[in-house]
């Protein structure tokens, strides 16, 4: 379509340039091809100028369509990812709740570490952020940090035997592979 209005143009600018020409009869030949020159320049500059923004354009539209997300899952931003935080899949039990999927892991010194979802919600009940504090050779105290900013103590954990990702309490587990 854009290309049969461009020809159109075109020929309508041609047809313009011929009555141009032939209205300046008292002007010499060589004055005459200078100034049918002059308007194939101009021509040519315009239609080069459209095609640039059609260009233009439809670069635009394909940026916006690679951008934007093939479902509403996708539409959610992803959380910034914090200075030493790497994503991992995690396990945390509880005796009233679990959770099992992606979670970020920060580690701390001798073999401490701590867990929480990407988006920094519940991880599990009211708690966002689970963490273990290394206190001799497989054993560490467990604790939560709630939504709500509370520290909840979850007690002592032993290192699995079984699997060595995995922290064990009397009434919970954490895992983080």
């Known amino acids: 379509m854009v290309k049969r209005i461009n020809m159109a143009k075109a020929a309508l600018l ?10 300046c009869e008292d002007n010499s030949e060589a004055e ?6 002059e308007i194939k320049e101009e021509l040519k500059a315009e239609m080069e100028a459209e095609a640039e923004e059609k260009e233009e354009a439809e670069e635009k539209a394909e940026t916006k369509t690679a951008a934007a997300p093939a479902s509403e899952a996708e539409a959610k931003p992803a959380a910034p990812k914090k200075s030493g935080w790497r994503n991992v899949n995690c396990k945390i039990s509880t005796y009233s709740d679990s959770y099992s999927g992606p979670c970020q892991f920060k580690a701390e010194k001798g073999g401490s570490f701590a867990v929480q979802r990407a988006d920094e919600g519940a991880i599990v009940d009211d708690v966002s952020l689970v963490s273990l504090t290394v206190t001799a050779t497989g054993v560490g105290q467990v604790s939560g940090l709630t ?5 909840s ?11 060595k990702s995995c922290w064990v309490g009397d ?3 954490v895992c983080a592979y």
Do not use: H, I, K, V
């Open 171 to 173: 009434d919970f587990e």
């Open 147 to 151: 939504t709500y900013g509370n520290n």
């Open 14 to 23: 041609a047809g313009g340039l011929s009555l141009t020409l032939a209205a």
């Open 153 to 163: 103590r979850w007690g002592e954990a032993y290192r699995s035997q079984a699997d």
């Open 32 to 37: 005459r091809a200078a100034m049918a020159d």
